[in-house]
């Protein structure tokens, strides 16, 4: 048992900067993850806020706009120059630095070998790599908004020619850096998603069968092979889009035999996997807390397993439906839409299960169940909406409307982030060995809860009218006139929101010091991760538990001890020992 | 901790202190899951070039007009070589000969880098003849040429033809470049005695993705110069 | 009604209004279903003490319901949305006797090119109106979609319909009017920091009213070449 030895040594006393900077533990590079994402979530969010001041209140002083320079603001007025890079980086922040680290950075570092009983992931050097390579992407994406003439102006999707020629967006170095910091990014991606698909198929416990993984662990598994296949096609494409900037290559340039569609194929057929990199690891962690929540073992747990991999498989033949309305073969478009369709279905499968696991529960509303369960009602408005677009004939209409605004915030916002609020507070207690404040959190999860809600709910109603996107000024247009009242409404509960959310963040930094105490299972679960203390200590086990039992083993009856949870590693004397009890060798 | 080694299947794989899962160790499988992100790299660079020559109707340039197709043959021989050398080096230590390892690696390593070579020299070639990213450069002994034949040449797809020439080509360079690197490294990991025949998971690990290399060019190689 | 869909003004239009009130429906008939029954689940259920919680893994019964149930009504909404779809964007769905324009989009405007008095594209009294489509009421219009510069949407909101104008491409419209008046076009593509402000309007004229516009305009033509 050479592995167990080499545990005892990881436990010697290490530096500062070997211990939390570059550091090789899966869970301080979650840690880690972790701050840079929120930070970056923040950023999007600031420029959220001036989105929402631009198209609330058009052509009047922004407060505190003072400060931008002349190249954004007039005397506190945004330009449209400023307001298309503020649209553009909110969505590439929010999709490429915010939502995804968060999900998959974070929750993929941390959970994974904590809930599979491994002392680490298979190679800890590229996992430190991985987020290096993450947090250098994300300083030269933020560079993008200091340099000359600001950050890219065509959209977080891009579009050609517009962002391959700076005659046509006014952007030179902002797309370039746009362009090196993506393909940074994907690297970054691939070196973490390989990693977490060796780890999950070689590093489980003894006992810890394909079906007896959380669901958490599944998602963050498809979702990684997801990544490692999609990201290196947008950097292809990126780097296309590089060259066509700096080595006057043609790919894009219809003028000289490129084409334009061209980078919309590529980028959605990396696009629509992204988006459910983007989802599936919060339905995954939204399976493990309401299981939780509800006390009960998750409703249909195989069906729950094969829709995640449907949704993995079929997210690669969807990718069309972006471009319904963008001249592509009209038979394509109906190929398409029944494709997208039929998507739906493993989705509805999903939601029934979180209510069939909530029915005829003993429900605890702690705030992981809350947003566990707001999640569901926010994901289901975002899945129903995207069937008016799948439809070809209705997205006609409301393509590139603010519909279509209103469905991927419904998915991202009400979907991931209350499931990544859910999240946090959940394994914060593994994480930092002190519990998140309740009361605090309960505060915050209604007030986002509301406000959310009347934010984007009556984006679907600017959509139904015809309100186009990324317009920098709405009463340009006397169709769009008798909506400023309800653009108004929403620019003001959008400022409620951004302000709830200070509620988090206070309330997530001071626990870091002040929170209660967390005792080792404060959620009474199953998972492996809850056999070891709070915060969890370096390499994890100094010897790997055994699993004996699906996770999700709530109120089974003969629990022993009242209790009404059945912890994954605890042997019953009725169980019987796995047949492969090897103990899987430490790191690489 | 120890390992049953009766049949054949397991001869292949070396013993050591194994994973349990998927039978194959995580060094292996962590190559081929990047072998996979690296393919789907490939595939939008081969598919971009798909697209874009077969969706024209305008002619493209014919083979070896504008490219040294020899050469190139001469080049994919001696990157095939490498790629048999490679067999050559994992099949010496699967023997536990660390002498022959190192003789066959160094073999390896000689025959990317001269591929590169090659490849660089004819980059140089090529530019110098007028041969470049966006095209045919104006005044250059290509555009003259192309002028007179603008159907041999693929006149007016030139700029496409240099665009995913070059950027296919470059990135397999790169490719071979960092192989020759890590080959390197594995080369002077075995002067310091690493690697034996119970332990030779590296050289395996970079054999795969040497061999993934050469199976990029030869489809490049075809699509790119023969066709 | 401003917060909903604006009066329909095409002959498709219609069509398209139908499917979106049918899938507002459907969807909506799910809506209540998943939200009422989270409600109704997150009340009844909520932790009591002593209260003991039902142990089940599933029922393969009720997982087979709502597997079925999403998926039939599914593909029943995609065969109707074809249905639509064809006849509006199939490539053999314009009418023959559609008017044609050609519209030329580029940052931040739209150059409309019509037949002129002859009637047909292409031919030498052809001219050429910025920010103004004028068409004729009931008439079949078939638009020549192409973009200077990037990519362009043509959009007008009343007539439901969309179309990317892309550089590189030539794409077909096709719509039919069905009221007279003034209506709207936007670029629904962002295409640029004036992409906002790239608006042009819409007349739909009585043939009479067409016919003396048209004959002032290629009066004007003649003067000024």
Redesign the interface.
């Known amino acids: 048992?050479?592995?167990v030895a080499a545990v005892h040594t990881h436990d010697a006393p290490m530096s500062f900067w070997r211990k939390y900077v570059f550091s090789t533990d899966h869970k301080i590079i979650g840690i880690q993850f972790l701050f840079v994402s929120l930070f970056f979530l923040l950023v999007g969010g600031l420029l959220a806020m001036q989105i929402r001041w631009q198209l609330g209140f058009p052509g009047q002083p922004m407060p505190g706009g003072g400060i931008l320079p002349e190249t954004m603001a007039s005397e506190g007025i945004l330009?449209?120059?400023y307001?298309?890079q503020l649209?553009s980086m909110h969505g590439t922040f929010m999709v490429f630095f915010a939502i995804m680290p968060l999900l998959v950075g974070v929750y993929a570092n941390f959970l994974i070998p904590l809930k599979l009983g491994a002392h680490d992931m298979?190679?800890p050097r590229?996992n430190m790599a991985s987020f290096w390579t993450a947090f250098l992407a994300g300083l030269i994406m933020l560079a993008s908004l200091f340099v000359p003439e600001g950050a890219i102006?065509?959209?977080w999707t891009n579009?050609?020619?517009?962002a391959a020629?700076p005659d046509?967006?006014?952007v030179t170095w902002g797309q370039i850096l746009w362009c090196i910091s993506i393909v940074v990014l994907g690297l970054s991606s691939?070196l973490g998603?390989?990693?977490y698909?060796?780890t999950v198929?070689?590093?489980?416990a003894?006992g810890m069968t394909w079906f007896r993984m959380p669901l958490s662990v599944w998602a963050l598994f498809i979702t990684a092979i997801l990544g490692?296949?999609?990201?290196?096609?947008l950097?292809?494409?990126a780097?296309?889009l590089l060259?066509d900037q700096t080595?006057?290559?043609?790919?894009f340039?219809?003028?000289?035999?490129?084409?334009?569609?061209?980078w919309q194929?590529?980028f959605w057929f990396f696009g629509h996997p992204e988006v459910y990199i983007l989802i599936l690891p919060a339905m995954g962690m939204v399976s493990d807390m309401i299981a939780n929540g509800?006390?009960?073992?998750?409703?249909?747990?195989?069906?729950m397993v094969f829709a995640i991999i449907a949704i993995g498989f079929l997210g690669w033949i969807v990718w069309g439906h972006h471009m319904f309305?963008?001249?592509m073969?009209?038979?394509l478009?109906?190929s398409f839409?029944?494709s997208t369709?039929?998507i739906?279905?493993p989705s509805?499968?999903k939601?029934?299960?979180w209510?069939?696991t909530?029915?005829?529960?003993?429900?605890?509303?702690h705030v992981p169940m809350l947003n566990a369960?707001a999640f569901?009602?926010m994901f289901?408005?975002g899945g129903?909406?995207g069937?008016?677009m799948a439809?070809?004939?209705?997205d006609?209409?409301i393509?590139?409307?603010y519909f279509i605004v209103a469905h991927i915030h419904y998915v991202l916002f009400g979907g991931s982030l209350f499931a990544l609020f859910g999240a946090i507070t959940f394994w914060y207690p593994k994480m930092f060995g002190r519990m998140m404040n309740q009361r605090w959190g309960k505060i915050h999860f209604w007030l986002t809860f509301v406000f959310y809600n009347l934010t984007f709910f009556?984006m679907h109603?600017?959509g139904?009218?015809?309100h186009?996107?990324?317009?920098?000024?709405?009463t340009?247009?006397?169709?769009l006139r008798?909506?400023q009242p309800?653009n108004e409404f929403i620019s003001i509960s959008a400022f409620a929101l951004f302000a709830v959310q200070l509620i988090f963040a206070a309330n997530f930094l001071l626990s870091l010091w002040k929170g209660e105490k967390a005792p080792q299972n404060p959620w009474e679960d199953n998972g492996l991760e809850w056999s070891l203390p709070s915060p969890a200590p370096h390499g994890n086990w100094e010897r790997v538990p055994t699993v004996y039992r699906g996770p999700y083993e709530?109120?089974?009856?003969g629990t022993p001890g009242g209790r009404?949870y059945l912890p994954q590693y605890e042997r019953l004397p009725t169980d019987r020992e796995p047949a492969?009890a090897?103990?899987?060798?430490l790191g690489? | 901790m120890t390992h049953a080694h009766a049949s054949t299947a397991d001869l292949m794989r070396p013993p050591f202190p194994a994973e349990p899962g998927a039978g194959v160790y995580s060094n292996k499988l962590g190559m081929w899951v990047f072998l996979a992100s690296d393919v789907m790299f490939f595939t939008a660079l081969i598919g971009t070039y798909i697209i874009l020559r077969f969706s024209t109707d305008l002619p493209w340039a014919q083979p070896g007009a504008v490219l040294n197709v020899p050469l190139t043959a001469f080049n994919t021989f001696l990157l095939i070589c490498s790629s048999v050398s490679m067999v050559k080096a994992y099949a010496a230590i699967a023997d536990g000969d660390r002498e022959r390892l190192k003789f066959w690696v160094l073999m390896t390593i000689l025959g990317g880098a001269t591929f590169v070579g090659i490849q660089v020299y004819e980059y140089v070639k090529l530019v110098g003849h007028g041969f470049t990213p966006n095209g045919y450069r104006e005044g250059s002994e290509l555009a003259t040429l192309a002028a007179a034949e603008p159907l041999k040449y693929g006149l007016q797809t030139a700029g496409i033809y240099g665009s995913t020439f070059f950027t296919m080509t470059g990135f397999h360079g790169f490719h071979v470049t960092c192989g020759v690197v890590c080959m390197t490294w594995v080369y002077f990991k075995a002067l310091r005695g690493g690697y034996s025949q119970q332990d030779y998971r590296g050289v395996e690990v970079i054999g795969l993705y040497w061999h993934f290399v050469d199976l990029v060019w030869i489809i490049l190689f075809t699509i790119v110069y023969l066709i | 009604m401003p917060w909903s869909l604006p009066p329909a003004a095409s002959t498709f239009a219609g069509d398209v209004d139908f499917m979106f009130w049918l899938i507002l429906v459907i969807t909506g008939i799910a809506f209540v279903i998943v939200e009422a029954g989270l409600l109704w689940f997150v009340w009844k259920y909520r932790a009591r003490p002593g209260r003991q919680a039902h142990y089940t893994h599933g029922s393969t019964k009720a997982e087979v319901v709502w597997t079925a149930v999403p998926a039939v009504t599914v593909v029943v909404l995609g065969i109707m949305s074809n249905g639509i779809w064809v006849k509006v964007k199939g490539r053999n769905s314009v009418p023959p006797d559609a008017m044609e324009v050609a519209v030329h989009a580029k940052q931040f405007e739209w150059n409309v090119t019509y037949p002129g008095p002859d009637g047909t594209l292409a031919t030498g009294d052809d001219f050429t109106v910025r920010n103004q489509l004028h068409l004729v009421v009931n008439r079949p219009v078939k638009a020549h979609l192409s973009s200077e510069d990037v990519i362009h949407s043509f959009f007008i909101p009343d007539f439901r319909i969309k179309q990317d104008a892309v550089p590189g491409m030539q794409i077909v419209a096709w719509f039919q009017p069905t009221r007279t008046g003034e209506f709207e076009l936007a670029c629904a593509e962002l295409c640029g920091h004036g992409h906002y402000s790239m608006g042009a309007r819409v007349f739909v004229h009585t043939q009479e009213d067409y016919d003396a516009w048209l004959a002032e305009r290629a009066a004007a033509q003649e003067v000024t070449p």
């Open positions: 048992m050479t592995s330009l449209p120059e307001y298309v649209v298979a190679f590229i102006r065509s959209g579009y050609v020619p517009l020629r046509y967006s006014g691939v998603s390989l990693n698909i060796t198929i070689n590093h489980r003894p490692v296949l999609a990201l290196p096609v950097q292809g494409a780097i296309m060259f080595l006057g290559t043609h790919f340039d219809p003028l000289e035999g490129g084409q334009a569609l061209l194929h590529l509800s006390r009960k073992p998750i409703f249909g747990y195989h069906s309305m963008s001249g073969n009209p038979t478009g109906s839409m029944i369709l039929v739906a279905v509805a499968i939601t029934f299960n209510m069939g909530m029915w005829r529960g003993n429900l605890r509303f369960v569901v009602a289901v408005i129903l909406s069937v008016f439809a070809t004939p209705v006609m209409f393509h590139d409307t009556p109603n600017l139904m009218a015809g186009m996107r990324r317009i920098y000024d709405p340009q247009y006397e169709f008798p909506l309800l709530f109120s089974a009856p009404d492969a090897l103990a899987p060798a690489d």
